[in-house]
């Protein structure tokens, strides 16, 4: 399945991320998806899940944003922000837009915990 692949892809990310700054485990991650990036929320969570056991990730949480697809019109120049993907320009009607994301799977952020930290916080 197309989710399985991805979260693959984002635990390796992630575990790269937490081995690089010493992170005891993973508490938070989240990623930001373009809204036709093909994504189906519901199957990465499930995929999340699934894959997550026995990575830095078994404790952490998936939060998946959706981003707003942005598209530029070639004929007046607007951009327009538009979650359903009707590619047309709402202001002067033009079909002929140019797509500026909504393709993107973007990981946007990991909440971490690191072992360092805890032990300077409690010495
Ligand atoms: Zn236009």
């Given at each position: 399945m197309h989710e399985f692949s991805i979260v693959q892809s984002i635990l390796d990310t992630v575990e790269g991320y937490a081995r690089q700054s010493s992170?005891?485990?993973?508490k938070r991650v989240v990623i930001r998806a373009g809204a036709?990036?093909?994504?189906e929320p519901h199957l990465l969570q499930i995929a999340f899940d699934t894959f997550?056991?026995?990575?830095?990730?078994?404790e952490a949480a998936l939060e998946i944003i959706i981003e707003p697809l942005k598209v530029e019109c070639c004929s007046c120049s607007k951009i327009a922000e538009n979650t359903?993907?009707?590619?047309?320009?709402?202001?002067?009607?033009?079909?002929?837009v140019r797509l500026l994301n909504g393709e993107d799977l973007i990981l946007e952020r990991i909440e971490m915990e690191s072992s360092d930290a805890e032990t300077q916080d409690s010495p």
């Open positions: 992170a005891s485990s993973v036709i990036s093909g994504i997550k056991g026995h990575t830095v990730c078994s359903n993907p009707l590619f047309r320009c709402p202001f002067c009607g033009s079909t002929d």
